[in-house]
């Protein structure tokens, strides 16, 4: 067994990345639980779509609601034998930072969709605390139906019976509770067959031993996370709401509901990964098809780093999991 390391042992550029990113978050958050749009828009570097194939691979975006600004990027490997399974992706954040065409989001569904490989759907859902809980659910499933009413034109090369609902932190979250309405809905195509939780951002009002303990990791603190959940969850609610505590005192009960396969992604110096670890034991006590993944020394978004190598293992265990879906 790997030996656990204390402090994250990390390359200088991605050092330089996750303080930066620390930066720009803090600097935005207001001690009301607002956030200056302004300023975290100027450092939220964007990236375009790429209208020409690149390195075997296009995108786009389509607008599902100007009303609320909904859309999503949409990528399609430009060589493909078969129909490919379809990833369905929510963005981190926070539910209150970032947007799909960010450039370190925009990078990894380039890389999903070219190394699994999968069509894949980046969806630019509303951000609290503008908009808060269910905003965000509610964007979700409402781009399912939209998949699933679209023409065979835009999804031509995508398989919609093999659907995957995936998200890192704010966006597992958010595929979770997605992944719930979708169990209860008759699609005409479109079949979810898997859930992929990467790091997913669940809390309570306990404190566990991975958030006290973990005090000096980069990006995730008590700090932060008790601001995220007040600008997203419901005014006068407490972090034990089944959208944050999804197998907490409040929770419902989802025994009877057909919840699809879902793999669960875990860094052991990530201060989220007690919860983690509940949202895993949670589902099985449910009766549901679950697996836990866990890399002892990884970081919150350590995914997000293809220099790192559990990075690399992430994506190939990934793969793993949706061809056992598919056969």
Known sequence: MAEIQSSPDLPWTVRLFVSAASFV??????SNYTVNRRLMNLLDFKSSPLTKPRNNLKSSDVIVDHSRNLWFRLYTPTVAATKLPVVVFFHGGGFSFM??????????????????????????????????????????????????????????????????LAGDSAGANIAHHVATSASGHEFRELKVVGVVAIQPFFGGEERTESETRLVGVPLVNVERTDW??????????????????????KAVDISGVDFPATIVFVGGLDPLQ????????GLKKCGKEAELVVYPNAIHT?????????????INRLRDFVQSQIT
């Open 302 to 314: 350590f995914y997000a780093h293809p220099q790192l190598q559990d990075s690399g293992a992430l």
């Open 25 to 30: 978050t803090d600097a935005s958050r207001r």
């Open 99 to 164: 947007a799909a065409n960010s450039k370190p989001y925009d990078d990894l569904c380039q890389r999903l969709a070219r190394e699994l490989p999968a069509v894949v759907v980046s969806v630019n859902y509303r951000l609290a605390p503008e908009h808060r809980y269910p905003c965000q659910y509610e964007d979700g499933f409402d781009v399912l139906k939209f998949i699933d009413n679209q023409s065979s034109s835009l999804f031509e090369g995508a398989n919609l019976g093999l659907c995957f």
């Open 228 to 249: 995220m959940w007040k600008a997203f969850l419901p005014e006068g609610s407490d972090r034990d709401h089944p959208a944050a505590n999804v197998f907490g005192p």
């Open 274 to 281: 007690d919860w983690q670890k509940r949202y895993y034991e």
